[in-house]
């Protein structure tokens, strides 16, 4: 089955542990990114990857890192979470290396920072 | 960079009756649009996207029209039924050269369809 898998689901962390947040596709896509979700904020885009080891950032990159060392893994790293990261987090995947055309959500993975 | 502000935040309609959402954008070179809808508790998914240079598309009940001059786009959901109630999203890419990829969504309009 085609799609975007995410771990953990759920994590409760406290500030300053580091984190790594796993997102994987089976679909062959080049583009892959991370979103955040916040209440009445909509989706806000983290970094996204057009390709292996192509990685830039989007509009919220600040305390997060990403990696893009395979076509198919593009994990999510919190290296000293703040509760201010609390969010629903997203990543997604699609064909081109543009971003256009459909973008693959994965399940979400919300995270809590204490 | 980009900014997209989409209205109204919250839309509620009778079943049988149209719904409008409207999204302006602030970037010119911003060339691709797509909507999402997020059904509560799920992932957001892909329901129509348009490019610059087609002015309007259809599919079924949902449409996308693009004013590039006015730089706004809107969605039209027509014979709405309840399982349209949901949070919709738009959002704009820049894809040549630039911010290449970087896709940015407005804040969403939740839109409930009463039976």
């Known amino acids: 089955e085609a799609q975007v898998t995410q771990n953990p689901r759920y994590l409760i962390t406290v500030t300053g542990k580091k984190l790594t947040v796993t997102c994987s596709q089976n679909?062959?896509?080049?583009?892959m990114s991370w979103y955040r979700q916040d209440p009445g904020l909509g989706l806000r885009q983290i970094y996204y990857s057009m390709n292996v080891e192509v990685t830039d950032k989007g509009d919220v990159p600040e305390g997060y890192k990403v990696s893009r060392k395979e076509k198919r893994n593009f994990p999510l790293i919190l290296e000293s979470p703040s509760p201010n990261q609390t969010s629903l987090y997203f990543c997604a995947s699609s064909y081109g290396t543009s971003g256009i055309g459909e973008q693959f959500f994965g399940p979400g993975t919300r995270l809590t920072v204490l | 960079g980009e900014n997209v502000e989409q209205h109204p935040s919250t839309l509620s309609v009778q079943e049988g009756d149209s719904a409008v959402i409207k999204c302006t954008y602030s970037?010119?070179?911003?060339?691709?649009f797509p909507w999402y809808k997020q059904e509560l508790g799920k992932r957001p998914q892909l329901i129509i996207d348009?490019?610059?240079?087609?002015g309007e598309k259809k599919d079924q009940r949902i449409a996308v029209t693009l004013n590039k001059t006015a730089k706004h786009f809107s969605l039209h959901i027509t014979e709405t039924q309840p399982e349209d109630s949901a949070v919709y999203f738009c959002?704009?890419?820049?894809?040549?050269?630039?911010?290449?990829?970087?896709?940015?969504f407005g804040k969403g309009t939740k839109l409930s369809v009463k039976p």
């Open positions: 679909m062959n896509h080049e583009y």
């Open positions: 959002a704009a890419s820049r894809v040549d050269g630039g911010s290449q990829g970087n896709l940015i």
């Open positions: 348009i490019r610059s240079n087609v």
């Open positions: 970037d010119s070179a911003s060339n691709y």
